[in-house]
């Protein structure tokens, strides 16, 4: 049984940091793709950040490049998120999911086979 269970959200304000860790049982990460997704209030869901687990490589949306680096510990089986310089935009329910390791990333995002439950990052003063 795949699982995957979020944790790391919460309240913080404009420019400060956050580090989201997504837990996966049921599959090893060497062989799977990680992505991580958000979704604010009214709007539709974005792909941010993905892990290739086969090939080791990582994309990252432009709208958090430079500011989020995604990793993975494999003796851990955890991939995290650290974020930094955060914006209130940023603000939004972020999920964590995997799927087949597609060399394109933008496919993997779209094909993610198992989901997360979510945690809530607020960003805000």
């Known amino acids: 049984q795949v699982q995957l269970v979020e944790s790391g959200g919460g309240l913080v304000q404009p420019g400060g940091s956050l580090r989201l860790s997504c837990a996966v049982s049921?599959?090893?990460?060497?062989?799977?793709?990680i992505g991580w997704f958000r979704q604010a209030p009214g709007k539709e869901r974005e792909g941010v950040s993905c892990?290739?687990?086969?090939?080791?490589?990582?994309y990252y949306a432009d709208s958090i490049k430079g500011r989020f680096t995604i990793s993975r510990d494999n003796a851990k089986n955890t991939v995290t998120l650290q974020m930094n310089s955060l914006k209130t935009e940023d603000t939004a329910v972020y999920y964590c999911a995997a799927g087949l390791p597609y060399s394109d990333h933008i496919q993997a995002l779209k094909r993610m086979d198992y989901w997360g439950k979510g945690t809530l990052v607020t960003v805000s003063s």
């Open positions: 892990i290739n687990g086969k090939y080791g490589t990582t």
């Open positions: 049921g599959v090893s990460l060497d062989y799977y793709a």
